[in-house]
C-alpha cells in the first residue's frame, strides 16, 4: 500500500496506478496553533510505501516522523520512503565553525525512521553514494537523465546541452552522450544565495539552440545567469530543462527576464513547469522490493 498526504496525492496515485496497489490518504488536522494531527488508515499491511516529495521540508519531516512512527505503532515491518526530492542534501561540509551539516542529522533522522529510502538525483558532491548520506537499510538514487533524453527527441532539435556548473556535467553528459548531441558546462562561481557568475564555455554559440540543464532551479539565479550569457552570444533560443522544480519566490520572473524561452521539469516537485514524469522510472525500482 501507498500512504501519502494530499500535496503529493496525484504523483503517489499514479505510482500506485502503475504498480497495481492501494494508495490511502494521511489524513491532516491543523490546529490553531500551528501543530498538526494526522490519522493513518487503519490495518496497514506489513509493507508500507510513504510517497513524498520534501520540498518545503520543516513541516513535512515533522509529519514523516509522525506517520512512520504510527505506522510502526500499527505494526508495519517494512517501510519505504519514495522522495523524489530528498531535502537538506546540499549542506553537506560546515564552512564556518558551528555551522550544521544537515546531510548529516538529516539524513539519519530519515534513515532511522524508514528501511529503504528512492530518491532521484540527490544533491551529493562530496560523497558519492546515497547511503553515505541517509545510512538506511537500503537507500537509492535513480537518475532522471534517461527520462529527461527521451523528453528531449521529441521537444528539442538538434540542441547543445549546456550545464551551468561543473557539478552538472554528469546529468548532460548521461543526456546528450544517448543521441550523439553536443554538450559543455560553464564555470560557476557562487557569491551568495542569490548571487552567482557563470562564464560560458569557449563555444560558437550565435544562432545555436541551447537547452540549460541542471538538477535544481531554487532562486534561479544560476539559470538566469547562464541563460542571459547565452543570449549575449547570440543563440537561436534558451529552453530550460530540470529535474527538481523548487522554484524560490522570484525564481520565476528572473527565468522569464533572461530571455529563457520554455522551462520544462520532471514531476518530483509539484510545479506547473513539470512535463516529464517519473512514475515509470520509480515504479520500476520499487517492483522489485515489493512483496
Ligand atoms: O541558483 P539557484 O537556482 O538558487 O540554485 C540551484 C543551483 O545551485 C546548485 O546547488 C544546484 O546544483 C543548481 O546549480
Redesign the pocket.
Known sequence: MILCFDDYAEQAGELADALAMPCKLVDRHRFPDGEVKLTLPVALPAQVIIYRSLDHPNEKLVELLLAARAAREQGVKELILVAPYLCYM?QDIAFNPGEVVSQRIIGRFIADLFDTVLTVDP?LHRVHHLKQAVPAKRALALQATPAMAAFLRTHASNPILLG??S??EQWVKAVAEPDGLRYATCT?Q?LG??E?SITLPDIDFRDQSVVLL??????????ARAAVACREQGVASVDVLVTHA?F?PG?ESLLKDAGVRHVWSTNSVRHKTNAVSLVALLGDALRSWLH
Open positions: 546540499r544533491h551551468p556548473d557539478e552538472s560557476k557562487r544565495d542569490r552567482v541542471d538538477d535544481i532551479i531554487s532562486s534561479g539565479e544560476t539559470i523548487l524560490a525564481a
